[in-house]
């Protein structure tokens, strides 16, 4: 994931801002880590640089 995405990334559940934790990078890309909605308090995952901002019900 890009870190510019943050500016057009919202919480699913509440369209709250996203909060960035980077676990992992490769150069500027972001590999793993999470986004947190500062509001609800949902965390959406960043796995192989794809964010999962499915609402955490509708998760497999």
Same mark, same amino acid.
């Given at each position: %994931?890009?870190? &510019?995405? %943050?500016?057009? @990334?919202?919480?699913? =559940? *509440? #369209?709250?801002? @996203?909060? @960035?934790? =980077? #676990?992992?990078? +490769?150069?500027?890309?972001? =590999?793993?880590?999470?986004?947190? *909605?500062?509001? *609800?308090? =949902? &965390?959406?995952?960043?796995? +192989?640089?794809? !964010? &999962? @901002?499915? !609402? !955490?019900?509708?998760?497999?």
């Amino acid at each position: %994931m890009r870190p &510019d995405l %943050m500016e057009i @990334l919202r919480c699913p =559940v *509440c #369209r709250g801002e @996203l909060a @960035l934790e =980077v #676990r992992r990078k +490769d150069g500027d890309e972001i =590999v793993d880590g999470t986004l947190r *909605c500062a509001h *609800c308090h =949902v &965390d959406y995952p960043i796995q +192989d640089g794809i !964010p &999962d @901002l499915l !609402p !955490p019900d509708e998760r497999a």
